[in-house]
């Protein structure tokens, strides 16, 4: 059996560099701080910092686990499937239970800074598409 070689890891690293890539939108940068294992087998807990750029729509989405989050800096409007929209400010903070079809945006004039924690399904993306959900 033939082992994975340095372009093989480096084609495995690209692969999973572009998956993490697809799940943003224009005007959504979040960068991965740490990764760490959990308590709960098979689940990881991942920290980034999130920014949502003024005007801009991070799109439907969902995460294989809760997402636990804090606004540091702006405003962001949350979208939850079945919720009506709901305001964040500066100082506050939301849970998104696994799995719920959510989306944010930054209708304010200044970059939203947001710290996100993820308490993941290992080896699924952070995140991923979703349909927009029926008014």
């Not at 959990?38 to 686990?65: C, D, K, N, Q, Y």
Request: proline share 9%; net charge neutral; glycine share 12%.
């Amino acid at each position: 059996m033939r082992s994975c070689t340095t372009p093989c890891a480096i084609a495995f690293a690209l692969a999973a560099f572009t998956g993490a890539i697809a799940a943003q939108s224009p005007g959504l940068t979040r960068t991965i701080v740490t990764r760490a294992d959990v308590s709960v087998p098979g689940r990881e807990a991942v920290i980034a910092h999130v920014e949502l750029a003024p005007g801009s729509v991070a799109g439907w989405h969902t995460h294989p686990g809760d997402e636990i989050s804090h606004v540091n800096e702006g405003e962001v409007t949350l979208m939850v499937a079945g919720q009506p929209p709901r305001k964040f400010g500066a100082g506050q903070g939301f849970v998104i239970p696994a799995g719920v079809v959510h989306s944010a945006s930054n209708e304010g004039s200044s970059t939203a800074r947001v710290v996100g924690v993820y308490v993941v399904e290992k080896g699924k993306p952070l995140a991923s598409p979703a349909s927009a959900p029926a008014p």
